[in-house]
């Protein structure tokens, strides 16, 4: 009973390079969402998709970008990794059935670490 | 905006004590609100849950209260163990893509 798959689930990056998270669920949830965990801070919302090929940008959307190919994966990427994004990423998925009433279901997290 | 404030932690408490967790929100519209617990290298889970004044969420003897009149939804347990030693987040959602975090309220609970 997989859920909510996140790859890596570490990465060192130096500044400049890019890389790429992937995100895949098996519960054929509609929407999909990658947020940002910081000290203090909460989860922060970065981008989201309510769809397969619609993706919209969340709170705190600049230096990433998003694909969603197909339905049970969302990539989010960075093209240009800066210090300010090191981070702990997490992605979740949420069904269509229930609406706000509905929980996300999250995975286990990625620590992405920007020199 | 869409917001929630909760008790800044770290929280440490005894076993067996009294947990109260505070949680307040700001939210246009009627939102659904939602506590989510997070182990040690684990993403979060949802502990419980409440969609509409008064409703009492409960999960694993936590409770919290939907009160649109305070704008509260605070969490309590009886008794705490060990093992709900973890990061608690409260939460809100207004639409299918604002899903509103708290900024987490850390508990460690010793022997």
């Known amino acids: 009973n997989a859920g909510v798959t996140q790859t890596p689930k570490f990465r060192v990056l130096k500044t400049g390079q890019s890389m790429t998270l992937l995100c895949a669920q098996d519960m054929n949830h509609e929407y999909m969402y990658w947020y940002r965990q910081d000290p203090g801070m909460g989860l922060r919302l970065i981008h989201y998709?309510?769809?397969?090929?619609?993706?919209a940008k969340g709170e705190v959307p600049d230096g990433y970008n998003v694909s969603r190919l197909k339905k049970q994966n969302f990539l989010l990427g960075l093209e240009s990794a800066a210090p300010s994004q090191t981070s702990v990423y997490f992605c979740?998925?949420?069904?269509?059935?229930?609406?706000?009433?509905?929980?996300?279901?999250f995975g286990e997290g990625s620590r992405l670490t920007v020199l | 905006g869409n917001s929630v404030t909760q008790m800044e932690g770290p929280v440490t408490l005894s076993e067996e004590a009294f947990l109260t967790i505070n949680c307040t929100y700001t939210?246009?519209?009627?939102?659904?609100l939602f506590w989510y617990v997070q182990y040690p290298g684990e993403g979060l889970q949802l502990l419980l849950k409440?969609?509409?004044?008064?409703d009492k969420g409960s999960n694993k003897g936590f409770e919290a209260t939907y009160r649109k009149e305070t704008t509260s939804f605070h969490l309590e347990k009886g008794s705490v163990q060990v093992s709900d030693s973890a990061v608690y987040f409260c939460a809100l959602r207004v639409n299918n893509n604002d899903m509103r975090f708290g900024a987490g309220t850390r508990l460690t609970v010793k022997p």
């Open positions: 998709s309510v769809g397969e090929g619609t993706t």
């Open positions: 409440a969609t509409k004044a008064d």
């Open positions: 939210a246009t519209g009627y939102p659904s």
């Open positions: 979740a998925s949420s069904g269509l059935a229930g609406s706000i009433t509905g929980e996300l279901f």
